[in-house]
C-alpha cells in the first residue's frame, strides 16, 4: 500500500525550461512534505518542505505547491539546469518527527 | 563540519551469514534514523533513535535486525542471519534536536547471495 505516489518514473527537459515533478499521497493524516534530490551513491539531499498550512513555498529557482484538497503537490525547477539532473524523491509525514514515507523518485534529466 | 558517515560502503555476503552496519551522525545530532530501499522500492524507514533510545522502531522488518546506539553516538544495524530478501542500500540520517532538516549518509549497500 503505497501512501506517497510519484507516477512519472522518469521526466527529461531542456535546459533553462521548467520542470515539474508530481506527487500524491493518500494519508490525509500527511502534514509536512519534502522534496529530496538524490545523485546516484550518494544519499538522498534536502532540497525544499512545506507544511500543510501552506499551498506555496519558495526557495530560489525551486517551488513547492501544495493542493491538499486533491491530495498533490508539485515542485518547480525553474530554470532547470543540467546540474539538476538526479532522482528526485517527495516524502511525507505526520508532524515533524521525520518518520517520512518516501514516494519511488523521479529521475530528471536536464539537457543542455 | 563531517557529514553523516556509513561503512561498509557495500558489503556482499552468503544467505545466513551476519552483518554490521555502521553509521557515524553529524556530531551533535540526538537525532538518528535507519531507512532502507531496496531495489525497486520506495525508501522505507526502519526506526528512530533519540540519543540511546529506540524513539520508534516500528519499520523493522523482523526480528532479524538489530539496531543500537552506543552512548548516544555512532549506530550499528545488525541482521542476523541475513536473507536474500535483505539486499537493498540501508541509508542512516541525523538531525539535531529540536529542528533542522534531515542529513543522509550515502548509505550502504548490502547484497545477499
Known amino acids: 500500500d503505497q501512501q506517497v505516489k510519484q507516477n512519472s518514473p522518469s521526466l527529461s527537459v531542456q535546459e533553462g525550461r521548467i520542470s515539474i515533478l508530481n506527487c500524491d499521497y493518500t494519508?490525509?493524516?500527511?502534514?509536512?512534505f519534502l522534496w529530496y534530490k538524490k545523485y546516484p551513491a550518494e544519499g538522498p539531499t534536502f532540497l525544499i518542505s512545506?507544511?500543510?498550512?501552506?499551498d506555496k513555498n519558495e526557495d530560489g529557482r525551486f517551488t513547492v505547491f501544495l493542493n491538499k484538497s486533491a491530495k498533490h503537490l508539485s515542485l518547480h525547477i525553474v530554470p532547470s539546469q543540467p546540474g539538476d539532473s538526479a532522482v528526485y524523491f517527495c516524502?511525507?509525514?505526520?508532524?515533524?518527527?521525520?518518520?517520512?514515507?518516501f514516494g519511488k523518485g523521479t529521475l530528471l534529466t536536464v539537457n543542455p | 563540519e563531517a557529514g553523516v558517515t556509513q561503512f561498509p560502503s557495500h558489503s556482499v555476503i552468503e544467505k545466513g551469514q551476519t552483518v554490521t552496519l555502521r553509521c557515524d551522525p553529524i556530531?551533535?545530532?540526538?537525532?538518528l534514523y535507519w531507512y532502507r530501499r531496496v531495489m525497486g522500492k520506495e525508501i522505507k524507514f526502519l526506526l528512530h533513535?533519540?540519543?540511546?533510545?529506540?524513539?520508534?522502531e516500528s519499520g523493522m522488518p523482523n526480528n532479524r535486525f538489530l539496531a543500537e546506539r552506543t552512548g548516544g553516538t555512532y549506530s550499528t544495524l545488525k541482521v542476523q542471519p541475513a536473507e536474500l530478501e535483505d539486499s537493498g542500500v540501508y541509508f542512516c540520517?541525523?538531525?539535531?534536536?529540536?529542528?533542522?532538516?534531515?542529513?543522509f549518509g550515502e548509505g550502504s549497500r548490502l547484497t545477499v547471495l
Open positions: 540520517a541525523s538531525r539535531p534536536r529540536i529542528t533542522g532538516e534531515l542529513f
Open positions: 494519508n490525509s493524516m500527511f502534514d509536512y
Open positions: 512545506i507544511s500543510s498550512i501552506k
Open positions: 516524502a511525507a509525514s505526520t508532524g515533524s518527527n521525520y518518520k517520512l514515507t
Open positions: 556530531s551533535g545530532h540526538d537525532n
Open positions: 533513535f533519540v540519543k540511546e533510545s529506540k524513539q520508534d
